[in-house]
T-cell receptor, first 118, second 109 residues
């Protein structure tokens, strides 16, 4: 299965600043996703990171707030812009495993970035 | 709307068996996943069911009934390390993953 390195693992940021989270995979993957998980809550998909084109955002998430880069098939970044305390959460990078990279492939997750905004 | 229901929390005893239920109402169905998530860690994949019936994988088994919109995860011979949250997720007709809020399982000695 793919090995995913996500960093930083945690950060404490001031309101109004931005943080960029990096996700590096040890193999080429077609499907890469960014999730948010607030304490005791379900996973919420922010966007699908597409290589060579703009990310596909879910309802309630916009590019200006969460710009995403996907320069190649092994790397992606998520930026949380103009942060407020409501952005405090765990952010998770994930990729679809399996040789066919199909939608039915189980997801593998990075270890997450625990963000606290003060 | 789309909805996944799981109990918020369950408690069981080391060595015993526990069943964690998941019911769903989604727009179509392309499979159901179970994930385990230890506190402060990322979710890890446990099982995938797309056909009715029971799938056994060591101490863990997962059951699906598509007609009832129901699944369960069965954990046998519970160990302290099984203390974690268990997340149910359904792949809908658009291949979107719909996640449950998770069931926190507490194992007592």
């Amino acid at each position: 299965s793919a090995v995913i390195s996500q960093k930083p693992s945690r950060d404490i940021c001031q309101r109004g600043t931005s943080l960029t989270i990096q996700c590096q995979v040890d193999s080429q993957v077609t499907m890469m996703f960014w999730y948010r998980q607030q304490p005791g809550q379900s996973l919420t998909l922010i966007a699908t990171a597409n290589q060579g084109s703009e990310a596909t955002y879910e309802s309630g998430f916009v590019i200006d707030k969460f710009p995403i880069s996907r320069p190649n098939l092994t790397f992606s970044t998520l930026t949380v812009s103009n942060m407020s305390p409501e952005d405090s959460s765990i952010y998770l990078c994930s990729v679809a495993s399996g040789t066919d990279n199909s939608e039915m492939s189980p997801l593998h997750f990075g270890n997450g970035t625990r963000l606290t905004v003060t | 709307g789309q909805n996944i229901d799981q109990p918020t929390e369950m408690t069981a005893t080391e060595g015993a068996i526990v069943q964690i239920n998941c019911t769903y109402q989604t727009s179509g169905f392309n499979g159901l996943f179970w994930y385990q998530q230890h506190a402060g860690e990322a979710p890890t994949f446990l099982s995938y069911n797309v056909l009715d019936g029971l799938e056994e994988k060591g101490r863990f088994s997962s059951f699906l009934s598509r007609s009832k919109g129901y699944s369960y995860l069965l954990l046998k011979e519970l160990q302290m390390k099984d203390s974690a949250s268990y997340l149910c997720a359904v792949l809908d007709s658009n291949y979107q993953l719909i996640w449950g809020a998770g069931t926190k399982l507490i194992i007592k000695p």
